[in-house]
T-cell receptor, first 112, second 113 residues
Framework: NAGVTQTPKFQVLKTGQSMTLQCAQD?????MSWYRQDPGMGLRLIHY???????DQGEVPNGYNVSRSTTEDFPLRLLSAAPSQTSVYFC???????????FGPGTRLTVL | AQSVTQLGSHVSVSEGALVLLRCNYS??????LFWYVQYPNQGLQLLLK??????LVKGINGFEAEFKKSETSFHLTKPSAHMSDAAEYFC???????????FGKGNQVVVIP
């Protein structure tokens, strides 16, 4: 099993550009989440999903969109990148609401 | 929503000494609790979790944590620090019925030879 995979590993964007961060898991997990990690802030929840077709907002959803058309994939879209979105982004999945989340390796995004 | 407090962003410990990282959660209803470790330029790896079974939880790499409801705490300990324990440690909590993890701000552990 590959677990949780994320692409790309690194990305540099200009302000106003859009892009999609990809996340896939091969563990048949229903729950998937996106977090951003900033120095001294820990990880903050952006969006999450409890199954295909069901998504909801987390703590910091502004500027990001998600959709979940399959169990395996949970892409994160930046609509119009801003320097404040410079961060490391982690995708995670979990089998149930009480199981631990498995994290991907992260995407380091810089917005100029 | 849960909130999690970890005090002391940087923690220095001598090799062979006790590692103690403190975590307090906000909810009056005990949540699910987790400790994760992050090595440089990597994702997060689960150290241990509390899901309302035993209050003393043993994890990987010799770490353990004790859930204390009266103190709303879930402190992480390891009796003897090793150089390989140098990493960032995060405490996280989620409420029953959802998978929304709230993280503390993390502790960067430095092990001094």
């Amino acid at each position: 099993n590959a677990g949780v995979t994320q692409t790309p590993k690194f990305q540099v964007l200009k302000t106003g550009q859009s892009m999609t961060l990809q996340c896939a898991q091969d563990m048949n997990h229903e729950y998937m989440s996106w977090y951003r990690q900033d120095p001294g802030m820990g990880l903050r929840l952006i969006h999450y999903s409890v199954g295909a077709g069901i998504t909801d907002q987390g703590e910091v959803p502004n500027g990001y969109n998600v959709s979940r058309s399959t169990t395996e994939d949970f892409p994160l879209r930046l609509l119009s990148a801003a320097p404040s979105q410079t961060s490391v982004y982690f995708c995670a999945s979990s089998a149930t609401d009480y199981n631990e989340q498995f994290f991907g390796p992260g995407t380091r995004l810089t917005v100029l | 929503a849960q909130s999690v407090t970890q005090l002391g962003s940087h923690v220095s410990v001598s090799e062979g000494a006790l590692v103690l990282l403190r975590c307090n959660y906000s909810s009056s209803v005990p949540p699910y609790l987790f400790w994760y470790v992050q090595y440089p330029n990597q994702g997060l790896q689960l150290l241990l979790k509390y899901t309302s079974a035993a209050t003393l939880v043993k994890g990987i790499n010799g770490f353990e944590a004790e859930f204390k409801k009266s103190e709303t705490s879930f402190h992480l300990t390891k009796p003897s620090a090793h150089m390989s324990d140098a990493a960032e440690y995060f405490c996280a909590a989620s409420d029953y019925g959802n998978n929304r993890l709230a993280f503390g701000k993390g502790n960067q552990v430095v092990v001094i030879p």
